[in-house]
């Protein structure tokens, strides 16, 4: 699996967010070798509590493992220093200084597959 379609935002650009929350649905298909023809929603969960400063991605876009697909902020008055910011193209580290903004921090969605 390299991609996904995000199917369904569950937050918009300025809502606050707490660790727990879902962000997002996306919809991948062959999450693994077994199951490759079969379609799966994965649900993606905030990690940490502050406000949705930019969503990157439209839903219905295919969008490739590690890359960006929004910005976090931990201050509301942040959000609007994010108006302009759009990532660099390509696959975005999801931890370390790579992954922070000027005002916030990039998430990505992953898949972990667990190998038996």
Same mark, same amino acid.
């Given at each position: 699996m390299a991609d996904g379609v995000?199917?369904?935002?569950?937050?918009?650009?300025g !809502?606050?967010?707490?660790?727990?929350?879902?962000?997002? $649905?996306? =919809? %991948?298909?062959?999450?693994?070798?077994?199951?490759?023809?079969?379609?799966?929603?994965?649900l993606i969960e905030s990690h940490e509590d502050g406000y949705v400063a930019r969503l990157f991605v439209a839903e219905g876009a295919r969008?490739?493992? !590690?890359?960006?697909?929004g910005?976090?902020?931990e201050e $509301?008055? =942040? %959000?609007?220093?994010?108006?302009?910011?759009?990532p660099s193209p390509g696959p975005s580290p999801n931890s370390g200084a790579e992954s922070k903004t000027a005002a916030g921090r990039l998430f990505c969605w992953q898949?972990?597959?667990k190998e038996e």
């Open positions: 995000l199917s369904k935002w569950h937050v918009a650009e !809502d606050a967010i707490n660790t727990g929350d879902l962000l997002c $649905e996306i =919809d %991948v298909v062959g999450l693994s070798e077994d199951h490759r023809h079969s379609s799966t929603t994965m969008v490739p493992v !590690d890359h960006a697909i910005v976090l902020v $509301e008055g =942040d %959000v609007t220093a994010m108006a302009a910011f759009t898949a972990y597959l």
